[in-house]
Nanobody, 122 residues
Framework: QLQLVESGGGLVQRGGSLRLSCAAS????????IGWVREAPGKEREGVSC????????YYADSVKGRFTISRDNTKNTVYLQMNSLKPEDTAVYYC???????????????WGQGTQVTVSS
């Protein structure tokens, strides 16, 4: 079964940190561009960050630039999202996605994880 599994979400205070993990099973992430997308109640879905399969190029939304860092460990078939200086507005369900054909972000999200909740208290 081909799937992505996120972990690492939780409740943290403003200014705190979390590291999200996205592990693939049933396929190899090496050839896939990976994205992190978040959804919060009453807000539009937002693409947060991406990392390319080819050269490790990265993308960050302006809202997280300088605070979040995406990385990948192909030996562990896992992508990470390090989130620092968290703000209440970062509260959302975070999903990782995988696809091919894009320059940095997946051109089409072929695979989605089940999501992990991140809650930042003020």
């Amino acid at each position: 079964q081909l799937q992505l599994v996120e972990s690492g979400g939780g409740l943290v205070q403003r200014g705190g940190s979390l590291r999200l993990s996205c592990a693939a099973s049933g396929f190899t992430l090496d050839y896939y561009d990976i994205g992190w997308v978040r959804e919060a109640p009453g807000k539009e879905r937002e693409g947060v960050s991406c990392i390319s399969s080819s050269d490790g190029s990265t993308y960050y939304a302006d809202s997280v630039k300088g605070r979040f860092t995406i990385s990948r460990d192909n030996t562990k078939n896992t992508v990470y999202l390090q989130m620092n200086s968290l703000k209440p507005e970062d509260t959302a369900v975070y999903y990782c996605t995988a696809g091919i054909g894009g320059s940095v972000c997946p051109e089409k999200n072929d695979y989605w994880g089940q999501g992990t909740q991140v809650t930042v208290s003020s």
